[in-house]
Nanobody, 115 residues
Framework: VQLVEFGGGLVQPGGSLRLSCEVSGIAFAFYDVGWYRQAPGKQRDKVARVTPQWNTYYADDVKGRFTIYRDNGRLTVDLQMNSLKPEDTAVYYC??????????WGQGTQVTVSS
């Protein structure tokens, strides 16, 4: 199983980034997929997820700014991040899980929001 993230980087406050995660080795369409993030010295928190039924969840502090997309044909889950704030700075991790199984994680990609 592999989850590989792309798209992190440095962006100014108010800017946008799109993260992408390519997944292989699992029956992608049957998994919840999404993103967590971890800032220095803090716990890893869920940012967004989308279920196989296309139900979405967003953390309160990203609602209205971030949008999650899944593509069951390309086996990808993307996170479009707009109106970025310095407090969005973190390592972002892609994940995939389903009930009764351990989650799978990507290696993480750094997002830094700074002027």
């Amino acid at each position: 199983v592999q989850l590989v993230e792309f798209g992190g980087g440095l962006v100014q406050p108010g800017g946008s980034l799109r993260l992408s995660c390519e997944v292989s080795g699992i029956a992608f369409a049957f998994y919840d997929v999404g993103w967590y993030r971890q800032a220095p010295g803090k716990q890893r928190d869920k940012v967004a997820r989308v279920t196989p039924q296309w139900n979405t969840y967003y953390a309160d502090d990203v609602k209205g700014r971030f949008t999650i997309y899944r593509d069951n044909g390309r086996l990808t889950v993307d996170l479009q991040m707009n109106s970025l704030k310095p407090e969005d700075t973190a390592v972002y991790y892609c994940y995939a899980d389903r009930p009764g199984q351990k989650p799978y994680w990507g290696q993480g990609t750094q997002v830094t929001v700074s002027s």
